[in-house]
């Protein structure tokens, strides 16, 4: 059903509230002279420190200026104007997306005299009701930062706090992108991730995808409550953070961390130390190529780990129980086969499952009469990242920076020989991100920009090699594992487990993202508007457990090992291989006028519209949950062993339209306080008409055999 939901934005602000970009901040405010009398047509330019760049601007008619679009940095702001001496301040910070207000008084006298005013200005935002917590460089190098993860940050934004993690067919459990924070109430996959400007994020799972170290970031902005209609698509935070720059000075770092096992205090409850051997190293380099127009940024860093974890343990058969002997099982056994119970609890080995007696070849013998073993599994894991930035500056006017990001983690599974029960999955996974920003300035009150990323992740997931499958060990019953890898699940509750059930699962997923930004401003009012469009696609191309899952449950003789070693499990499944490449475009438009309406109020009108297109396959490659129909008992007709509810793309009816026309509505209101310039005073009220961005998901079904095996088929 198609469905309209209007939604508007309107704001009571004290300046205009005017994004250009995502990562671009604005400086503003009210020039006057001594009397208090507004000073109109003054001359206002902002330099960077660090590269030069210059922008410039005239107050309006009521001393108002307003410096749109700069990147985060430090600032040198000067105004002239004849009749006044010049006014000059240094020290201005402006953030990710902050608006700062610095409101300027002239003194009567000649233009080439100066005043210079070396008072920092109060780094308060009074020109917007967004709630946003702004981490520097500082911050991530003063707060405890396990792993140098960024994104582990924004838990200290108030109303935040740490959130479960969707992992499965997603960013494959990468430290450096595995972070989920949930704000406001939201769920942990409901924050919107950008980087330079640009979405980076995983499409499957919405989490982010990797982020630069922290010697790489120059800060973020953690926006919580009450953003600007430029976001839609879900009703979490916003994370916006921006790379570190080239100056015109040459900058560098190197770091290493070291967490050695000799250093650290043995586990209490562990026999030996862990052997953690964790190396993070790695450096900076920045720099000019062009004095005031061009210059280069370059990060790298490497991990390393080795540890021995804390011993695992598992209860596996003692010698005398290899030979048949469970005396020491306080219940009396029984054959399922005959009915009756074993003599003196006693199983003779002749009668075993074969594909069982094989499987004891690769399991060390118990330890008596408990049959516990310990073992340790070591872990090693492998990290690369690489950042490179380059800026350039055409003028006053057209501006260019580029940022690629590359990231990989290894995390192979190391086996003991002659010990199945340390078998399990090695996971491989690498992210890139690309942006290309374009800024550019028509005229002093026109401005535009373009924004283009790219995001691509990788993840495989598959057994070690070398282990056995079901049919090495003796089972002839037909496979569906079409790669032909070896994988093998099995679990003896109470008893032991070996779980390598994957040989091979890998998805590949791409988000495209484009963005164009306009302000423009004209007398007491200034219209922003843009348009976003971005396409992501995600593959799944795996065989998880298709070579089969055994359970063992204490359902036939009284005893789960016994079970197992005669062949009778409790339960079986075989799941279908499958391959489903997904994709999903999503548009947005918005636009905003702020209305200055006195010296002291400005008005914010706003609009967003975004069409929800759901994601899109091969026939039978999507589903979609409808709550009407799972209350009504309503099967899918293509496939009727489904829940009640799914529906199957390209099969059944009744699947949500394309192209349904939601636009979001907030209303939001800005209160600067009279009394003191330090107070600040929000309220919002917004309207949410559900998670238009979403994220890729897609449908898997059981393999269903004619002949499922009552026996370990030997």
């Given amino acids: 059903m198609r469905k309209l939901t209007i939604v508007i934005l309107v704001g009571v602000l004290w300046a205009s509230q005017v994004h250009a970009q995502r990562t671009n901040g604005r400086l503003s405010g009210v020039i006057a002279d001594t009397s208090g009398a507004v000073v109109p047509e003054a001359s206002v330019t902002a330099t960077s420190v660090t590269t030069g760049a210059a922008y410039k601007t005239v107050s309006d008619i009521g001393g108002f200026y307003l410096l749109n679009n700069l990147a985060p940095d430090e ?45 920092t200005p109060t780094q308060v935002n009074t020109v917007s009701s967004t709630i946003a917590t702004e981490v520097t460089p500082e911050m991530a190098v003063a707060l405890p930062l396990n792993g140098r993860n960024v994104l582990q940050l924004m838990a200290v934004a108030p109303d935040s706090g740490p959130s479960d993690a969707i992992t499965e067919y997603g960013t494959m459990n990468n430290p450096n992108a595995l972070v989920a924070v949930s704000s406001s109430g939201g769920r942990g996959d409901s924050v919107n991730f950008y980087l330079d400007g640009a979405q980076d994020e995983d499409s499957y799972s919405s989490m982010s995808n990797a982020y630069p170290n922290p010697d790489a970031i120059k800060e973020f902005s953690y926006e919580t409550n009450s953003y600007s209609a430029k976001y839609g698509g879900r009703g979490g935070g916003v994370m916006n ?47 000019p190529i062009q004095k005031d127009k061009t210059f280069f940024f370059f990060s790298a860093q ?40 074993y003599t003196n609890n006693f199983v003779d080995p002749a009668t075993w499952n074969p594909v069982a007696a094989n499987f004891l070849k690769l399991v060390p013998v118990g330890a008596g009469p ?40 290894n995390t192979p599974n190391i086996p003991q020989a002659g ?79 070996a779980a390598y059930a994957i040989s091979k699962l890998a998805t590949p997923a791409t988000t495209g993202d484009i963005q164009n930004n306009w302000s423009y401003a004209k007398g007491s009012h200034t219209l922003e508007f843009g348009v976003e469009w971005d396409k992501a696609k995600q593959v799944v191309d795996g065989d998880p457990s298709a070579g089969g899952r055994f359970w063992f449950s204490n359902r036939y ?36 006028d702020s209305w200055k309406a006195t010296r002291k109020l400005s008005l914010s009108l706003g609009v967003r519209w975004n069409p929800f297109y759901p994601s899109a396959g091969a026939p039978g490659g999507t589903g979609y949950f409808e709550q009407n129909l799972y209350n009504e008992g309503v099967h899918s007709t293509a496939y009727p062993n489904l829940p009640p509810g799914w529906l199957v793309g390209g099969f059944d009816k009744g699947i949500p339209p394309l192209g349904t026309n939601p636009i979001w509505a907030f209303l939001t209101r800005a209160w600067d306080s009279p009394t003191t310039s330090v107070e600040m005073v929000r309220r919002a009220f917004e309207g949410d008409t559900g998670s238009f961005r979403g994220s890729l998901r897609c449908l898997r079904g059981d393999w269903d055999h004619k002949r499922l095996p009552r026996t370990l088929i030997g």
């Fill in 75 to 119: 600032y040198r702001l000067e105004v002239e104007k004849q009749g006044f001496r010049t006014y000059v301040r240094g020290g201005i910070i402006l953030g990710v997306e902050q608006g700062v207000t610095v409101n300027i008084e002239l003194t009567l006298g000649k233009v080439t005299e100066s005043v210079n005013v070396a008072a």
């Fill in 241 to 287: 953070a921006v790379t570190k720059n080239g100056t015109n000075q040459f900058h560098g770092s190197a770091f290493e961390y070291v967490r050695y096992f000799s250093l650290n205090a043995r586990n209490f409850f562990a026999s030996t130390q862990d052997g953690l051997k964790r190396n993070q190293f790695g450096g900076t380099i920045g720099g």
């Fill in 302 to 341: 490497g991990t390393t780990l080795r540890s021995l974890p804390t011993e695992n343990y598992a209860i596996v058969p003692t010698a005398a129980e290899r030979g048949g002997d469970f005396s020491s099982v306080s219940k009396a056994l029984v054959n399922p086969f005959t009915g009756a119970a």
């Fill in 370 to 409: 408990t049959g516990l073993t310990y073992y340790t599994t070591s872990t090693h894991q492998n990290e690369k990242q690489y950042m490179g930035r380059m800026d350039r500056n055409f003028g006053n006017k057209f501006r260019v920076y580029g940022t690629y990001l590359f990231d990989s983690w």
């Fill in 419 to 497: 010990n199945i029960l340390t078998r399990g999955y090695s996971l491989y996974t690498r992210s890139q991100f690309g942006s290309l920003n374009f800024s550019y300035s028509l005229t002093p009150a026109l401005m535009s920009t373009l924004t283009l990323g790219l995001s691509r992740r990788y993840g495989m997931e598959g057994a070690s090699p070398g282990g056995p499958s079901w049919a090495d060990l003796g089972c002839d019953f037909p496979t569906a594992n079409p790669s032909g890898g070896k994988e093998l699940y099995l679990v003896v509750s109470g008893y032991f487990d």
């Fill in 557 to 592: 003789s009284g005893n789960n090992l016994v079970d197992f070693l005669i062949g009778r499990p409790s339960q079986f499944r075989e799941y279908a291989p499958f391959a489903v490449g997904l994709w999903r475009p999503l548009w947005g438009l918005y636009a905003n």
